[in-house]
Nanobody
Framework: QVQLAESGGGLVEAGGSLKLSCAASGRTFGSYAMAWFRQPPGKEREFVAAYSWSGGDTKYADSVKGRFTISRDNAKNTVTVYLQMNSLKPEDTAVYYC???????????????WGQGTQVTVSS
């Protein structure tokens, strides 16, 4: 069983920055890759960024490349995944979720392990 908990969302003006965190724990957690997804108002959930289990590979959606950075901090019993978001735009407004999954040959495969989400609102 894997538990995920996001935090760090909020209201920010366009051009500003936010850093999201996802605290992950669980018995077999260390073997998972991690990713961030988001769901804009009235739209489907979409991929944002992924970080491989080994930490050697990352992947970003085209819409966030150069603005967002995913990172991972491994501890003994927990893992924290971050999403540094810079130069935010109103279209980045969404509920952001982290996910534990598999990263293979530059493709991220999500599992049903999701956090509760954190709201990010970017004002124009």
């Amino acid at each position: 069983q894997v538990q995920l908990a996001e935090s760090g969302g909020g209201l920010v003006e366009a051009g500003g920055s936010l850093k999201l965190s996802c605290a992950a724990s669980g018995r077999t957690f260390g073997s998972y890759a991690m990713a961030w997804f988001r769901q804009p108002p009235g739209k489907e959930r979409e991929f944002v960024a992924a970080y491989s289990w080994s930490g050697g590979d990352t992947k970003y959606a085209d819409s966030v490349k150069g603005r967002f950075t995913i990172s991972r901090d491994n501890a003994k019993n927990t893992v924290t995944v971050y999403l540094q978001m810079n130069s935010l735009k109103p279209e980045d407004t969404a509920v952001y979720y982290c996910n534990a999954g598999t990263y293979l040959r530059s493709i991220y495969y999500p599992t049903n392990y999701w956090g509760q989400g954190t709201q990010v609102t970017v004002s124009s």
